[in-house]
């Protein structure tokens, strides 16, 4: 008995057996981070470059939205994603003569309908100035459920002053939401 105990052979082995399951989890789940990391810096990317892009306008078009919506495919390439899985709402939002912001219109892409508050810009611009409001959300799946599932849910938001004019019009009209706003009528 005492010669079984003091036997040294496949001690390594052993080891290893012991050992190898801790580094390959280690190693997936480096991987997954890694590539969760990665996709919400691309969409907040996005996010960023259609705000930049979209304000850049005097007067905006569904045309340009619709454009910059296709795109994001090119823009993130490191995410494979089918385009109804990405949502974009974008959102003008002009502020009264006592500060209060007031919605002047809003355009949608995508399945899902996203939620916005516009009181989450108040205090962003002066009275007779606006700012635009882009959220975007995006499902895609990731390789490996390390961390509880495959489905990995991600939202950016980011929020654009119109580097050209005041406030920049849609299809030709400053608002759409059916009433006149003080200080936002067509110029």
């Known amino acids: ?13 052993t080891e290893f057996a012991l050992i190898m399951p801790l580094l390959v989890m280690l190693s997936l789940s480096i991987f997954e981070l890694t590539f969760r990391v990665q996709a ?4 907040d990317r996005y996010t960023f470059q259609m705000g930049d892009f979209l304000s850049r306008f005097g007067e905006l078009t569904e045309g ?3 454009e910059f919506y296709t795109m994001a495919d090119r823009i993130m390439p490191g ?3 089918e385009e109804s899985n990405l949502s974009v709402v974008i959102v003008s939002i002009g502020f009264e003569e006592d500060g ?3 919605l002047l219109w809003t355009r949608s892409r995508g399945l899902e ?3 916005y508050d516009i009181e989450t810009a108040r205090g962003l611009a002066p009275p007779g100035q ?7 959300k995006l499902a895609t799946t990731t390789m490996f459920s390390v961390f509880g599932g495959t489905t990995l849910t991600l939202k950016s938001d980011a929020v654009f002053k119109p580097r050209t004019t005041r406030a920049i019009a849609i299809d030709g009209d400053l608002t759409d939401v059916g009433a006149v706003i ?6």
């Open 100 to 102: 209060d912001p007031v």
């Open 79 to 81: 995410i494979q994603f």
């Open 182 to 187: 003080v200080g936002y009528e067509n110029e």
């Open 64 to 66: 340009n939205i619709d």
């Open 130 to 136: 606006s700012v635009m409001l882009i959220r975007s």
């Open 113 to 115: 309908q996203l939620a």
């Open 1 to 13: 008995m005492k010669r079984f105990f003091s036997d040294q052979k496949g001690i390594a082995a």
């Open 40 to 43: 919400a810096d691309e969409l």
